[in-house]
């Protein structure tokens, strides 16, 4: 019953911007942690941010800091992802994840995950 789904990935130039959403049916941001991962091809899958269930805290991994911003419209069940200053790098299959431990989540763990929005960074 739970539908996580990814949107608004494409190809981007260095240096440019793309805004990614997910979509989630069947549960309650109140209730869970919510983040986004990426997976290179023949890479292991990576964290990219999280946001908490409670206020809201955002963290984020070192790759991506100043440049990603994680957010969340609670009315919208919809969670963001703004990407600024884009880098080859960055070029991977971005996921939204759940679940309701963000400690768990933070480690790569998920309850729920969607099938991913592809993201290409010319270079």
């Known amino acids: 019953q739970v539908q996580v789904v990814e949107s608004g990935g494409g190809l981007v130039e260095t240096g440019g911007s793309l805004r990614l959403s997910c979509t989630v049916s069947?549960?309650?941001?109140?209730?869970?942690?919510m983040g986004w991962f990426r997976q290179a091809p023949g890479k292991e899958r990576e964290g990219v941010a999280t946001?908490?269930?409670?206020?809201?805290?955002?963290y984020y991994y070192d790759s991506v800091k100043g440049r990603f911003t994680i957010s969340q419209d609670k009315a919208k069940n919809t969670l963001y992802l703004q990407m600024n200053t884009l880098k080859p790098e960055d070029t991977a299959m971005y996921y939204c994840?759940?679940?309701?431990?963000?400690?768990?989540?933070?480690?790569?763990?998920?309850?729920?995950w969607g099938q991913g929005t592809q993201v290409t960074v010319s270079s």
């Open positions: 994840a759940a679940d309701r431990r963000c400690s768990r989540l933070w480690d790569g763990y998920g309850d729920y």
């Open positions: 946001i908490t269930s409670g206020a809201g805290s955002t």
């Open positions: 069947g549960l309650s941001f109140a209730d869970y942690a």
